[in-house]
């Protein structure tokens, strides 16, 4: 029996042009004989002699390999899809995302067999890839285009270049006599409306949650909180100032006349499909009105408070404590910690047509449908105690207060929990235990406390470790004694770091992720509170009861790999 002989990659290649009718039979053994002495790829032979056109070389290739070609030239990519894979890889593989269904990315590639390439989409974007094949011309013109389409802070100082105001500063008492009809037109400018557009839109796409404009004699200065820290962006021209402010002024329906007094709005923006809120605050300073925007976006709320990433056995007392008929359950922390996303993700595990669920906030930060919100307004006397007195009225049997802030409303909290209602609210204190004192320096009997309270949470934000420049580290030995650790017992533990690239700007961190305390109250503790022990009293006997603590949290972050053991010694400092 004749050997069968295999087909080389290139003569695959070369039959399925010949099929197409691309090439003729002749051709092909032309180049064939080339490659064979000159070393000379088929495919590069084709191309260079254009014989055969970019898209029908990719359409065979793509029937050869078994995947299919798109056509990038009418392929929409948005954003959100573009930015899932870093520009430095992408150029660097020649590939572009293209689209995601589910937990599945389609990729356009040059070459789909590229494991390598596929390897590092999938750890980067922890997505099942899908290969497509389309051109490298195609797929860097592509890159290039979407990239170019995101507006950056420089393109737009480089088109203003032209507009700067000179060296004349504009004393304030001249600046004040601005009338009303002036700073509506100044904030109605086509170069207005797109700085303040693309302040915004950058925002977003940087996933910041809080946006900072502020005055200085001879420049503004620009920047986003982004995963907890400020970082400084370009600064937006000092001749636009005046005119921004009162282009949010208009977004937000604020007084545009008002310079002298603080002012709070609130505007909605639609960016790339998603409807976007952001809260404004403006607060005049000695150069101006600072401004600063708060983003809130829904897609952020965890639907479920198994995402929150508590472990099983904390996650177990969390839902017990929900699940109960009646008590006061605190989540305590920062500012900025993620409490009011806690609060809304147990209510959303609630929110069910058989429960009258009432919020009372200051403001409302995400509306949820099924739930009433009530908005505080202390202008007109709608303080978090009248409304809660209202509230309860109203037949409710679960009330989230925004926060416990003072003894009134500590006193209400405390005596809806004891007539059957399930109170949620939010306190500013170190940790679980620490909200038990609290409420007594507010004068809450200790008997009161002991049978209101279920259950207290302290929570932090911790930062995740960039993927796309993850990599292991070796601490010092002095990073070992300030978090009071044994480093002999983390010496087989692999602890990783961000070593900063282009996606994560540098700083090695992308994302962040909770970290939460829960302590239960239990028939021990209740003993405690009553003989009015301390916080630290009270913790000890919690964590001998099965109380993970914030550091202990923290650690267990860095054994995942999360993040690292300076984000632990940041945040849980002291526990």
Same mark, same amino acid.
């Given at each position: 029996m004749a050997a069968v002989i295999a087909k080389t990659f290139g003569e695959k290649i070369a039959d399925a042009l010949v099929e197409d009718g691309l090439l003729t039979t002749k051709q092909v053994e032309e180049l064939l004989e080339k490659q064979k002495k000159e070393g000379v790829r088929l495919i590069k032979q084709v191309v260079d002699r254009a014989y055969v056109t970019e898209s029908d070389l990719t359409v065979c290739l793509g029937r050869v390999h078994n995947v299919p070609p798109v056509n990038l030239a009418r392929t929409g990519i948005s954003p959100e899809i573009f930015d899932l894979v870093p520009r430095d890889l992408a150029l660097k593989h020649k590939l572009i995302p293209v689209s995601r269904i589910g937990g599945r990315l389609f990729i356009a590639m040059v070459d789909p067999l590229n494991v390598v390439a596929l390897d590092d989409v999938r750890r980067i974007t922890k997505l099942d890839v899908s290969p497509l094949i389309a051109p490298e011309k195609a797929i860097v013109d592509k890159i290039n285009n979407v990239g170019s389409q995101q507006s950056s802070m420089e393109d737009f100082l480089k088109a203003q270049e032209g507009e700067e105001a000179g060296d004349i500063e504009i004393t304030q008492e001249e600046a004040e006599k601005l009338d009303i009809g002036a700073l509506a037109t100044m904030g109605e400018e086509a170069p207005v409306i797109k700085l303040a557009n693309l302040i915004i839109v950058n925002a977003i796409r940087e996933r910041a949650s809080d946006i900072h404009i502020e005055p200085f004699e001879k420049m503004v200065r620009l920047r986003y909180r982004t995963d907890g820290a400020l970082v400084d962006q370009p600064s937006p021209p000092k001749n636009l100032y005046v005119?921004?402010?009162s282009r949010l002024k208009i977004m937000s329906n604020l007084d545009i006349a008002e310079r002298r007094l603080p002012q709070d709005g609130r505007m909605r923006v639609k960016v790339s499909g998603k409807d976007i809120d952001l809260r404004v605050s403006l607060l005049p300073t000695v150069h101006g009105e600072k401004c600063v925007l708060r983003i809130l976006d829904k897609s952020n709320l965890s639907a479920s408070i198994d995402k929150l990433g508590m472990d099983l056995q904390t996650l177990k007392r969390f839902k017990s404590a929900i699940a109960a008929p009646h008590g006061l359950i605190l989540v305590t922390g920062p500012t900025g910690s993620g409490k009011t996303t806690t609060l809304y993700s147990a209510l959303n595990e609630l929110n069910s047509p058989e429960y009258n669920i009432v919020t009372v906030e200051d403001p409302v930060e995400f509306q949820i449908p099924g739930i009433n919100q009530v908005p505080v307004k202390k202008e007109i006397g709608l303080t978090f105690a009248s409304s809660l007195r209202s509230i309860l009225r109203q037949d409710?049997?679960?009330?989230? $207060?925004?926060?416990i802030r003072d003894t009134?409303?500590?006193?209400?909290?405390?005596?809806?929990?004891?007539?059957?209602?399930?109170?949620?609210?939010?306190?500013h204190c170190n940790d679980a235990a620490g909200a038990i004192a609290r409420l007594d320096d507010m004068e809450i009997e200790p008997?009161? $406390?002991?049978?209101?309270v279920i259950l207290s949470c302290a929570q932090r934000l911790m930062r995740r470790i960039c993927p796309a420049c993850k990599e292991p580290v070796q601490y010092p030995e002095k990073m070992y004694e300030d978090l009071e650790l044994e480093s002999a017992a983390w010496k087989d533990v692999p602890i990783f770091k961000g070593r900063g690239c282009e996606r994560c700007k540098g700083s090695g961190y992308s994302g962040r992720c909770a970290i939460i305390e829960v302590m239960t109250v239990t028939d021990e503790i209740r003993k405690l509170v009553i003989k009015r022990a301390s916080a630290s009293e009270i913790g000890k006997v919690a964590v001998a009861e099965g109380m993970r603590t914030l550091r202990m949290v923290a650690l267990d972050k860095v054994r995942e790999g999360t993040s690292t053991l300076e984000q632990v010694l940041l945040l849980t400092s002291g526990h």
């Amino acid at each position: 029996m004749a050997a069968v002989i295999a087909k080389t990659f290139g003569e695959k290649i070369a039959d399925a042009l010949v099929e197409d009718g691309l090439l003729t039979t002749k051709q092909v053994e032309e180049l064939l004989e080339k490659q064979k002495k000159e070393g000379v790829r088929l495919i590069k032979q084709v191309v260079d002699r254009a014989y055969v056109t970019e898209s029908d070389l990719t359409v065979c290739l793509g029937r050869v390999h078994n995947v299919p070609p798109v056509n990038l030239a009418r392929t929409g990519i948005s954003p959100e899809i573009f930015d899932l894979v870093p520009r430095d890889l992408a150029l660097k593989h020649k590939l572009i995302p293209v689209s995601r269904i589910g937990g599945r990315l389609f990729i356009a590639m040059v070459d789909p067999l590229n494991v390598v390439a596929l390897d590092d989409v999938r750890r980067i974007t922890k997505l099942d890839v899908s290969p497509l094949i389309a051109p490298e011309k195609a797929i860097v013109d592509k890159i290039n285009n979407v990239g170019s389409q995101q507006s950056s802070m420089e393109d737009f100082l480089k088109a203003q270049e032209g507009e700067e105001a000179g060296d004349i500063e504009i004393t304030q008492e001249e600046a004040e006599k601005l009338d009303i009809g002036a700073l509506a037109t100044m904030g109605e400018e086509a170069p207005v409306i797109k700085l303040a557009n693309l302040i915004i839109v950058n925002a977003i796409r940087e996933r910041a949650s809080d946006i900072h404009i502020e005055p200085f004699e001879k420049m503004v200065r620009l920047r986003y909180r982004t995963d907890g820290a400020l970082v400084d962006q370009p600064s937006p021209p000092k001749n636009l100032y005046v005119a921004l402010i009162s282009r949010l002024k208009i977004m937000s329906n604020l007084d545009i006349a008002e310079r002298r007094l603080p002012q709070d709005g609130r505007m909605r923006v639609k960016v790339s499909g998603k409807d976007i809120d952001l809260r404004v605050s403006l607060l005049p300073t000695v150069h101006g009105e600072k401004c600063v925007l708060r983003i809130l976006d829904k897609s952020n709320l965890s639907a479920s408070i198994d995402k929150l990433g508590m472990d099983l056995q904390t996650l177990k007392r969390f839902k017990s404590a929900i699940a109960a008929p009646h008590g006061l359950i605190l989540v305590t922390g920062p500012t900025g910690s993620g409490k009011t996303t806690t609060l809304y993700s147990a209510l959303n595990e609630l929110n069910s047509p058989e429960y009258n669920i009432v919020t009372v906030e200051d403001p409302v930060e995400f509306q949820i449908p099924g739930i009433n919100q009530v908005p505080v307004k202390k202008e007109i006397g709608l303080t978090f105690a009248s409304s809660l007195r209202s509230i309860l009225r109203q037949d409710p049997d679960i009330v989230m $207060i925004g926060e416990i802030r003072d003894t009134e409303t500590a006193e209400i909290a405390v005596e809806a929990a004891l007539t059957g209602h399930q109170v949620l609210s939010t306190m500013h204190c170190n940790d679980a235990a620490g909200a038990i004192a609290r409420l007594d320096d507010m004068e809450i009997e200790p008997f009161l $406390i002991s049978s209101a309270v279920i259950l207290s949470c302290a929570q932090r934000l911790m930062r995740r470790i960039c993927p796309a420049c993850k990599e292991p580290v070796q601490y010092p030995e002095k990073m070992y004694e300030d978090l009071e650790l044994e480093s002999a017992a983390w010496k087989d533990v692999p602890i990783f770091k961000g070593r900063g690239c282009e996606r994560c700007k540098g700083s090695g961190y992308s994302g962040r992720c909770a970290i939460i305390e829960v302590m239960t109250v239990t028939d021990e503790i209740r003993k405690l509170v009553i003989k009015r022990a301390s916080a630290s009293e009270i913790g000890k006997v919690a964590v001998a009861e099965g109380m993970r603590t914030l550091r202990m949290v923290a650690l267990d972050k860095v054994r995942e790999g999360t993040s690292t053991l300076e984000q632990v010694l940041l945040l849980t400092s002291g526990h």
